[in-house]
């Protein structure tokens, strides 16, 4: 620990014990022009992939807006670690390589780099602690054919599944490409089913609206919200095939108690005036959603690690490190710092504590 984490850390302390666990937060938004959250910022990634994809020479790429020394350096409460079952090459992603892909993350579990999160009161609060380590949410992205292999993924400390990805699969029907399954099949409403039974969040990220309402019908029969862990708003009701919702499709995931995530990637729409290129238009986008289902119905999902291959992100964002831009941001869109805290944690929180 560092002199100025030292006094952040005896800062928390006082604060705590004069305050009983309500601290006072006395220019809380100064800090975000040293680049840091704001003291008592709880922050948790919905969606990325920190140690998924490598980094290929020229041409290819590199996305390194996610990474465990990134997460450790923002003092992130928790991040999600997600491996995927399939690539948008088309290929399903064998068992064991799944497995050896979350062995990796739990490898650092056993460093002592991390703390996977199992129940929600492993999530650790303290992160100006001497011993503090990040959270690790782990995930499942694109799970196909394995809804026979949950009781193990389980085992292991998977507690978020992504049902679809870029595979047309058994399962139901994605965003980007015609419906060939009608939406959700009978085995998707079995695994979702069972994800309700074992307690592990059920992300609809990539789920085509067919496909969405049955899954959300199902966790609201449950009680238990439903999460779009990375997208953005289109501000139409029109067909489309790309990976933004409508405020139609949010809604189902609303009336769950769920949250919609939003991500940092640039978007810009000619035929509907509309644009999301800056820290400013991203505040504005929470801004809309908020005002329509209320700030407990959004939340933060960067799908860092994966996201440099969709496209270009928003102006000034490389990393999680650019996160106080977002608070900045959200600031002077007139947010308040506890629906700011909502937005970052606070809700993903809350829907942690629904299944776990």
């Given at each position: 620990?560092?002199?100025?984490?030292?006094?952040?850390?005896?800062?928390?302390?006082?604060?705590?014990?004069?305050?009983?666990?309500?601290?006072?937060?006395?220019?809380?938004?100064?800090?975000?022009?040293?680049?840091?959250?704001?003291?008592?910022?709880?922050?948790?990634?919905?969606?990325s992939h920190?140690?998924?994809?490598?980094?290929?020479?020229?041409?290819?790429?590199?996305?390194?807006?996610?990474?465990?020394?990134?997460?450790?350096?923002?003092?992130?409460?928790?991040?999600?670690?997600?491996?995927?079952?399939?690539?948008?090459?088309?290929?399903?992603?064998?068992?064991?390589?799944?497995?050896?892909?979350?062995?990796?993350?739990?490898?650092?579990?056993?460093?002592?780099?991390?703390?996977?999160?199992?129940?929600?009161?492993?999530?650790?609060?303290?992160?100006?602690?001497?011993?503090?380590?990040?959270?690790?949410?782990?995930?499942?992205?694109?799970?196909?054919?394995?809804?026979?292999?949950?009781?193990?993924?389980?085992?292991?400390?998977?507690?978020?599944?992504?049902?679809?990805?870029?595979?047309?699969?058994?399962?139901?029907?994605?965003?980007?490409?015609?419906?060939?399954?009608?939406?959700?099949?009978?085995?998707?409403?079995?695994?979702?089913?069972?994800?309700?039974?074992?307690?592990?969040?059920?992300?609809?990220?990539?789920?085509?609206?067919?496909?969405?309402?049955?899954?959300?019908?199902?966790?609201?029969?449950?009680?238990?919200?439903?999460?779009?862990?990375?997208?953005?708003?289109?501000?139409?009701?029109?067909?489309?095939r790309g990976?933004?919702?409508?405020?139609?499709?949010?809604?189902?995931?609303?009336?769950?108690?769920?949250?919609?995530?939003?991500?940092?990637?640039?978007?810009?729409?000619?035929?509907?005036?509309?644009?999301?290129?800056?820290?400013?238009?991203?505040?504005?986008?929470?801004?809309?959603?908020?005002?329509?289902?209320?700030?407990?119905?959004?939340?933060?999902?960067?799908?860092?690690?994966?996201?440099?291959?969709?496209?270009?992100?928003?102006?000034?964002y490389e990393?999680?490190?650019?996160?106080?831009?977002?608070?900045?941001?959200?600031?002077?869109?007139?947010?308040?710092?506890?629906?700011?805290?909502?937005?970052?944690?606070?809700?993903?929180?809350?829907?942690?504590?629904?299944?776990?």
């Amino acid at each position: 620990m560092n002199r100025r984490d030292f006094i952040r850390y005896c800062g928390a302390v006082l604060a705590s014990t004069a305050f009983g666990h309500k601290p006072v937060y006395a220019k809380w938004i100064d800090v975000t022009a040293q680049g840091e959250m704001p003291l008592g910022m709880m922050v948790i990634d919905a969606h990325s992939h920190p140690l998924l994809f490598p980094c290929y020479p020229p041409p290819g790429w590199c996305d390194l807006a996610s990474t465990p020394e990134k997460i450790t350096q923002l003092k992130m409460n928790a991040s999600c670690f997600a491996v995927t079952g399939d690539s948008s090459s088309g290929r399903i992603i064998p068992y064991d390589e799944i497995l050896q892909n979350l062995n990796n993350i739990l490898a650092l579990e056993e460093q002592g780099e991390l703390k996977i999160i199992r129940r929600h009161s492993d999530l650790p609060h303290d992160v100006y602690s001497p011993h503090y380590v990040p959270g690790a949410l782990l995930g499942v992205e694109g799970i196909m054919f394995i809804g026979d292999k949950l009781d193990e993924l389980y085992g292991l400390g998977v507690r978020l599944m992504t049902l679809m990805h870029y595979h047309q699969g058994e399962v139901g029907d994605i965003m980007t490409q015609p419906p060939v399954n009608g939406g959700l099949t009978d085995m998707g409403k079995a695994i979702v089913e069972k994800m309700c039974s074992l307690g592990i969040i059920i992300d609809a990220a990539h789920a085509h609206v067919n496909t969405l309402k049955p899954m959300t019908d199902i966790a609201l029969a449950h009680g238990l919200p439903v999460i779009d862990s990375h997208t953005g708003l289109i501000p139409t009701t029109l067909p489309q095939r790309g990976r933004l919702r409508t405020f139609d499709e949010m809604e189902m995931v609303v009336r769950t108690g769920g949250i919609v995530c939003l991500w940092p990637l640039q978007v810009i729409i000619n035929p509907l005036n509309y644009k999301k290129t800056t820290f400013e238009d991203w505040a504005k986008e929470i801004r809309t959603i908020a005002d329509r289902f209320g700030i407990e119905h959004v939340g933060i999902g960067t799908d860092g690690g994966g996201i440099g291959y969709l496209g270009t992100l928003i102006n000034g964002y490389e990393s999680i490190l650019d996160f106080p831009k977002l608070v900045d941001a959200m600031d002077k869109e007139g947010f308040k710092r506890q629906e700011i805290q909502a937005f970052f944690g606070g809700n993903m929180l809350r829907v942690m504590k629904a299944y776990m």
